[in-house]
């Protein structure tokens, strides 16, 4: 059963910085691309950031320059920087990891529970 928690989560005012971390645990296959993404109330859950297991990332127009996603494979752990936070960045948090059988060809990804990000004005 694969799990992923998060952690680092909470209230931090305009401009603060907050870390998030998520551990994967359970995959029996190499945990391939993993990412960020986020849902405000009334809204759809939105991608923030991704990256592969190479390293390469992507991320949402609105966070670039103030968030870096990273990751430690040896872990299993991706990370979430959030720099010069924004009220409006306020939303729960999910992590995502796709795990790859790259000899059966199948993939699944795994979301985890989310955690609540608020800033404040």
């Known amino acids: 059963q694969v799990q992923l928690v998060e952690s680092g989560g909470g209230w931090v005012q305009a401009g603060g910085s907050l870390k998030l971390s998520c551990a994967v645990s359970?995959?029996?296959?190499?945990?391939?691309?993993m990412g960020w993404y986020r849902q405000a109330p009334g809204m759809q859950r939105e991608l923030v950031a991704s990256i592969t297991r190479g390293g390469s990332t992507n991320y949402a127009d609105s966070v670039k320059g103030r968030f870096t996603i990273s990751r430690d494979n040896a872990k299993n752990t991706v990370y979430l920087q959030m720099n010069s936070l924004k009220p409006e960045y306020s939303a729960v948090y999910y992590c995502?990891?796709?795990?790859?059988?790259?000899?059966?060809?199948?993939?699944?990804?795994?979301w985890g529970q989310g955690t609540q990000v608020a800033v404040s004005s």
């Open positions: 995502w990891a796709r795990e790859v059988d790259f000899h059966g060809g199948s993939e699944n990804g795994f």
């Open positions: 359970g995959n029996r296959f190499r945990i391939n691309a």
